[in-house]
């Protein structure tokens, strides 16, 4: 597609269920990036994954969440046991960063996932 | 310790005024330079960026931004304010080089008073 894809746009999920968030990220780009958005605050960085280099993961906030990018393109941000803190809009991104060039980082819609 | 600072987290303008928000870098080289802008309720949207040349870069929605290599700055500019430039504004930088990750600043919401 044109742009940065991001499904479902909206979720609502029970406490303690598991949910899955989905990227299609602009083809060709290398890096792809994960935030978090709470209402009014800004954006908390999650996880990068580059080309094929270990992610950095520094910012997922506890174990609960963890993140996969398969083949160089889409991706998944996991949330087991889900708790009403973890309500917010989850952005991603994707660019073209490194040898092959560099871009802006373009963002998705994000999906606003609520907690209940 | 790498950093991006957006100093001020709240700023109020007159319609029709100048506008210029803050951004300073923390790195060893120059990196690539970005104004990202998010109105209520909206998406985040590429004002402009800055990667080499010319430090004095023009974006969209009449804004303007400043490298300034000897501040570490990148302000953003605008002469006059409209109303609807009322929105949260983020600056972000990426280390040249090798591919590095893209870091935000905390932000600066730009409240505009008619």
């Known amino acids: 597609g044109a742009g940065v894809s991001q499904s479902p746009s909206n979720k609502v999920t029970e406490k303690g269920k598991d949910v899955e968030l989905r990227c299609d990220p602009i083809s060709g780009h290398t890096a792809l990036y994960w935030y978090r958005q709470s209402l009014g605050q800004g954006l908390e960085f999650l996880i990068y994954?580059?080309?094929?280099?270990?992610?950095?993961k520094s910012g997922l906030p506890s174990d609960r969440f963890s993140a996969e990018r398969t083949g160089g393109s889409v991706s998944t941000l996991t949330i087991q046991r889900t708790q009403q803190e973890d309500s917010a809009v989850y952005l991603c991104a994707s660019s073209l960063s490194g040898q092959g060039g560099w871009t802006e980082a373009f963002f998705g819609q994000g999906t606003r996932l609520t907690v209940v | 310790a790498q950093s991006v600072t957006q100093p001020d987290i709240h700023i109020t303008v007159s319609e029709g005024a100048s506008l210029e928000l803050r951004c300073n870098y923390s790195y060893g080289a120059t990196p690539y330079l970005f104004w990202y802008v998010q109105s209520p309720g909206q998406g985040l949207q590429l004002l402009l960026k800055?990667?080499?040349?010319?430090?004095l870069v023009q974006g969209i929605k009449g804004f303007e931004a400043e490298f300034k290599r000897s501040q570490s700055s990148f302000n953003l500019r605008k002469p006059s304010v409209h109303w609807s430039d009322a929105a949260e504004y983020f600056c972000?930088?990426?280390?040249?080089?090798?591919?590095?990750?893209?870091?935000f600043g905390t932000g600066t919401r730009l409240q505009v008073t008619l």
């Open positions: 800055y990667f080499s040349g010319d430090t």
């Open positions: 972000a930088v990426v280390p040249t080089g090798t591919a590095s990750k893209l870091t």
């Open positions: 994954f580059q080309g094929n280099s270990a992610p950095d």
